[in-house]
């Protein structure tokens, strides 16, 4: 399948069998990793779907690539990189040393926890970083290729860039996988664990009493439904030897 726009009313495409190609030309989608292609992949925790974008290098010249076309599905989320003022779904750039650094763009139909995979990494000779601007996190993307955050509802436009490097230098900052998130939102405590093993979630009234105990899986995400009165709670994270804490104030209503 594929998108049409015609820059005019009543615009007219036809095709017929001339068009039609078999071949054993491995296409664009068909190829696991092709150098400077770097595939990218947008999932909600608690939604079925599914969005992806590419964004390929090599090209003579920054033209051309696909612009987004966005769900028809309010919730669903939307994935994409900015050239100009225009969103991309597969974005053709000419060179790193012209472009190192490219805007990623997402639309998001809930407020959730999120997952973006990136694959074809290796086909970069150089480092490539994920830098999420609201947390204040980079993230090495050939060590770590995938980032699990939570979003509101809304269009983020400039929470995230992809950076590259032509080569992997020497002095660079270190790069680190994010911590993990909570939050409390419409009665349900919301849980993302971005760490590789399993953590147990402790969520401890002003009296130091548990409220709550729940387990989380390795890079998962749980909501559970729970009524806090107005008040200050702790939520404590235990996986291994890693230990994260959160102060949750809720107000009232």
Do not use: C
């Not at 036809?14 to 150098?35: A, F, G, I, T």
């Not at 919730?75 to 472009?99: M, T, V």
């Amino acid at each position: 399948a594929f998108w049409v726009r015609s820059n005019r009313d009543g615009g007219l495409l036809s095709m017929n069998n001339d068009v039609r190609v078999h071949s054993d030309q491995s296409w664009l989608k068909q190829q696991e990793h092709l150098p400077g292609v770097l595939r990218i992949s947008l999932t909600s925790q608690s939604q079925p779907y599914r969005d992806e974008a590419v964004i390929e290098f090599g090209h003579g010249s920054d033209q051309g690539g696909a612009e987004k076309m966005f769900s028809m599905y309010a919730d669903a989320p939307g994935l994409y990189s900015q050239k100009g003022d225009r969103a991309y779904s597969i974005n053709f750039l000419s060179s790193i040393e012209a472009h190192p650094v490219v805007p990623l763009g997402l639309r998001l139909g809930a407020t959730d926890g999120y997952r973006l995979v990136f694959s074809g990494v290796e086909g970069f000779g150089g480092m490539v970083v994920l830098e999420d601007r609201e947390l204040g996190v980079r993230q090495n993307l050939k060590d770590h290729p995938e980032y699990v955050f939570a979003g509101s509802a809304g269009n983020l436009s400039d929470r995230f860039v992809v950076r590259f490097a032509k080569d992997d230098p020497t002095g660079v900052e270190e790069v680190s996988v994010n911590e993990p998130v909570v939050w409390y939102h419409d009665g349900r405590l919301q849980v993302v664990n971005t760490w590789a093993e399993d953590a147990r979630v402790q969520l401890f009234d002003s009296r130091g009493r548990v409220a709550m105990e729940f387990m989380v899986a390795a890079s998962g995400f749980e909501s559970r439904v729970v009524t806090l009165d107005p008040g200050v709670y702790v939520v404590r994270m235990s996986g291994g030897r890693q230990l994260h804490t959160v102060k949750l104030v809720v107000g009232r209503r």
